[in-house]
């Protein structure tokens, strides 16, 4: 089933959706400066090219810095890839068929606008218990 939703996934919506994380990605590593937004951007961008059967948890060694640099993410990126989410979902759930792809559309919106401090683990249980146990 998950393969089923994430081919429906990719070519409804998950393949614009990459290339603006990738776009976003591209130019921060541009700047220079920030590129630690731009390697968060190309992570996020593999999760959403690929969604169902993977999770993302906090990362518990995350700190204030990432909260600082998650304010910063929606300054630079976060917003408008947020809108591409919302605006997607939207699109998605007109339809019966795309409303499952519409509601993970709006669970990834909180990722868009909070990458920093989150960490994408595989869902199978035995993957996800280490993810949280470290």
């Not at 130019?27 to 169902?52: H, K, M, Q």
């Not at 979902?89 to 519409?102: F, K």
Request: hydrophobic share 55%; proline share 4%.
């Amino acid at each position: 089933m998950r393969t089923i939703l994430n081919v429906l996934w990719l070519v409804l919506s998950g393949f614009w959706l990459f290339l603006g994380y990738v776009l976003a990605g591209v130019i921060l590593c541009v700047l220079i400066v920030t590129i630690p937004w731009g390697i968060a951007s190309f992570r996020i961008a593999g999760y959403v090219l690929w969604p169902f059967g993977r999770d993302v948890i906090e990362k518990p060694t995350s700190g204030v810095f990432s909260a600082i640099g998650n304010v910063i993410w929606v300054i630079l990126a976060g917003w408008w890839l947020a809108l591409g989410h919302i605006i997607s979902g939207l699109a998605l759930c007109i339809t019966i068929i795309g409303i499952p792809l519409g509601i993970a559309n709006f669970k990834l919106v909180s990722v868009s606008l909070t990458p920093l401090g989150k960490q994408i683990v595989d869902s199978r249980r035995g993957t996800f218990d280490k993810a949280i146990k470290r």
